[in-house]
């Protein structure tokens, strides 16, 4: 009764939680597969995975334009750069502390 009289908001018409979790859970396993899949294939250098995760994250950014008034370019730049410099950072600390990636 709070939802339909305060927020306007009918619960009957709100999509599944399954259905959110399922689509949740398969982008977030299809982004984790990306970078790890040039090992799978016998990769030993760390620049194929470098190479596929950029290129993900621009598609990933693209995509997300089509549900926003944004371009295509401006949108999959956007995703790569703030993607990029997340890796960057994470790069960037892991050197600090003595990490390694070969």
Known sequence: MHAREELGV???DLPSPLTAA?????A???????PVL??????SSLWPAV????????GCGA????????TWWFS???????GGAAAGVTYALGTLFGTAVG
């Open 51 to 58: 190479l596929l995760a950029l290129v993900g994250l621009f």
């Open 63 to 70: 995509v997300v334009a089509r549900v926003t008034a944004r």
């Open 22 to 26: 399922l689509s949740s859970f398969g």
């Open 28 to 34: 977030f396993a299809l982004g984790a597969l990306l």
């Open 76 to 82: 999959g730049l956007r995703q790569l750069a703030l």
């Open 10 to 12: 009918d619960p009957d």
């Open 38 to 43: 040039p090992y799978l294939l016998g990769a």
